[in-house]
C-alpha cells in the first residue's frame, strides 16, 4: 500500500484483525428491523455496543418545539405519524486531552421499508452473506457504515493510541425522512465539531454534495355533478391533467439546461436527469358516478447545487400560472400550492478543504486509487453540517447494491476498506 508508515500500519493490521466482528455487527443491525418511526430497538442496540467500548453515551428524543425556529425545519411524515416519543438519537463520546479537534462520525439507523417481501431471494430481516455480501434492508444504507464507525473507533482505542481531541459517534434517526429530528436535532443540541465523516454507500467516491429537495402538492377544485349529466359540471381529474402536462414540460426543459459535472461523470446514466420532477402521486373524486370536485397531484423535485428553494419554487409557480391563464375554470379558480415535507437546501463542500485532501490521501493509502468528488443527486445529512453550522462534511462510505430496492447488499471488502479510513482519520486527525 503506498505511503503507509508503522503506525498507520498498526491500525490497519487492528482492524483487518477485526474483520469478522465487523462482519457481525453489519448482519446484527441488519437483523433488527428500523424503519423511519420505528428505530428504538436498533438504538438501543447501538447504545449498548458504544457503553461495552467504554465510551460515554449520550441519548435524547429530539423536541419539535425546539426545531422549529430553525430555518432548515419541515415537519416531516414520519414525525407526523408517529412523532418524537421512543426515538432516541444515540451519541458515544471518546474525548481525551484537552484543546483538541473534534470529528464527527454520523451515520443514521433508520430504514425505508423493504417493499415485497416474496420478490426478495434473501430474508430483508436475515442478514445473509453469499458472495463476498450481506443482504438486506440497509444493509448498504447505511447499517455498514455505522458498523465501519463504531469499528474504527474501537480499533485506535485497542491499540491505546493517545488522542488529544473528541470523537463523536452519532447514530441517528429518520434521515430517509429528511433529518430533522435526527442529524439536525443533535447539532442543535450541541454535538458539533470540527469535521464530519458520514459513511453513506459513496461506493469507496466521495459524496461531496447534496441535492436540494422539495416536495410539494398541487390542488384543485372541479364543479360537481351526477354522472347522467356531467356535461353541467367541470371534472377537476381533467383540469389537474393539464397541470401534470405543463410539469412534465417543465422537467424536460429543466433537463435540457441543468448539468452538474460531479454527478454525471460518476455516474453516466444521470447525464441530462440531474434534476427530476416526479409526479408520484395522482388523486382525486369520490364516486364513480359523480363528477369529481377536486383532484391534486404529490410531487417531489431534487436539483443540484446552483439553485436555491425559491427559485425552484418560482418556475414550479410560475408554470402552473402560466397553464392556469389559458383555462378559463382554472383561471378562476386558481390551483393550490403547499409544501408537504421534505423542503432542503442543496449543499456541497469546497473539494480543496484541507479535510477533504486530508481524507482523500488516506483513501489512497487504503485502496490504492483517489475518490471521485461525486454527489448533488439525493438529499443528504451532510447539507445540515455545510449548510447551518458550516462544518466541513464528507461522504464517504462503502460499495452497495440495490439500496431502497429488492435483495439490497453490500460489499464485504469494502466496509473494511471503510473502517481502516476512518481509523486512520481518527489517527491523522486526532493523535498526540
Known sequence: MPGIDSLSERV????????????????????????TGQEKDAQEFVKEKLAEMGLKVETFEPNVDE???????????????????????????????????????????DVVPPGPKEEWRYDPWGGEISNGKIYGRGSGDMKAGVAAMIYAVKAVQELEIPINGKVLVESTIEEEDGGIGGALATLLKGYTGDFSINPEPSGLDFWIASAGVLYFKIRVKGRPAHAKEAHRGVNAIDKIWLIYKALKELNEERQRRITF?????????????????????????????????????????????????????????DKVREVSERDPWLKENPPEY?????RAEPSMIDTSDPF???????????????????????????????????????????????IHGINESVELDSVIQVTKVIALAIVELLAR
Not at 79 to 97: A, H, L, M, S
Not at 338 to 342: K, Q
Not at 394 to 401: D, F, L, N, S, T
Request: hydrophobic share 35%; proline share 7%.
Open 12 to 35: 490497519l493490521k487492528k482492524v483487518d484483525e477485526n474483520r469478522d466482528q465487523i462482519i457481525e455487527l453489519v448482519r446484527q443491525l441488519v437483523q433488527i428491523p428500523s424503519v
Open 67 to 109: 426545531l422549529r425556529g430553525h430555518p432548515s425545519f419541515f415537519e416531516t411524515i414520519s414525525y407526523k405519524k408517529f412523532g418524537y416519543n421512543n426515538r432516541p438519537n444515540v451519541i458515544g463520546i471518546w474525548e481525551e486531552g484537552s484543546g483538541g479537534k473534534t470529528l464527527i462520525l454520523n451515520g443514521h439507523i
Open 261 to 317: 459535472p460531479p454527478a454525471e461523470e460518476c455516474e453516466p446514466y444521470m447525464k441530462g436527469h440531474v434534476t427530476i420532477l416526479n409526479i408520484g402521486v395522482i388523486s382525486g373524486g369520490d364516486w364513480p358516478s359523480t363528477v369529481p370536485a377536486w383532484a391534486e397531484i404529490r410531487c417531489r423535485i431534487g436539483w443540484p447545487p446552483g439553485e436555491s428553494i425559491r427559485d425552484v419554487e418560482r418556475q414550479v409557480l
Open 338 to 342: 403547499s409544501i408537504i415535507g421534505w
Open 356 to 402: 477533504v485532501l486530508k481524507l482523500s490521501d488516506l483513501a489512497f493509502k487504503v485502496t490504492g486509487k483517489r475518490p471521485r468528488f461525486c454527489g448533488g443527486t439525493a438529499g443528504l445529512d451532510t447539507r445540515f453540517f455545510i449548510n447551518d453550522f458550516n462544518i466541513p462534511s464528507v461522504g464517504y462510505g462503502p460499495i452497495a447494491h440495490n
